[in-house]
């Protein structure tokens, strides 16, 4: 069982910047992919970066592309780097973890993290 826990939140000013971490407890694996996801107030929730096991590759929203970088903190955490952030970015972000089973993989969720970029 893996739990994802997020800190970082906060607010910042629109050309700002934040540092998001999520770090996972209990039982962990060494190979499994993380993310984040962010859902603002009256909209769905949007994929934001993710990163795999060994941190070959990164994927990015476009809506992020050049403004965040995603990275492995550590075997167990994942930092999403926040730069020249606008109100746009403000949103409860939410780190996920999936998790490679035998022949299936969980998703653990952390319990969100507000960030709120004042214009």
């Known amino acids: 069982q893996v739990q994802l826990v997020e800190s970082g939140g906060g607010l910042a000013q629109a050309g700002g910047s934040l540092r998001l971490s999520c770090a996972a407890s209990?039982?962990?694996?060494?190979?499994?992919?993380m993310g984040w996801f962010r859902q603002a107030p009256g909209k769905e929730r949007e994929f934001v970066a993710g990163?795999?096991?060994?941190?070959?590759?990164k994927d990015y929203a476009d809506s992020v592309k050049g403004r965040f970088t995603i990275s492995r903190d550590n075997a167990t955490a994942v930092v999403l780097q926040m730069n020249n952030l606008n109100s746009e970015d403000t949103a409860v972000y939410s780190c996920?973890?999936?998790?490679?089973?035998?022949?299936?993989?969980?998703?653990?969720w952390g319990q969100g993290t507000q960030v709120t970029v004042s214009s």
């Open positions: 209990g039982r962990t694996f060494s190979r499994y992919t």
């Open positions: 990163i795999s096991w060994n941190a070959d590759n």
């Open positions: 996920y973890a999936d998790t490679q089973g035998r022949l299936s993989v969980t998703r653990f």
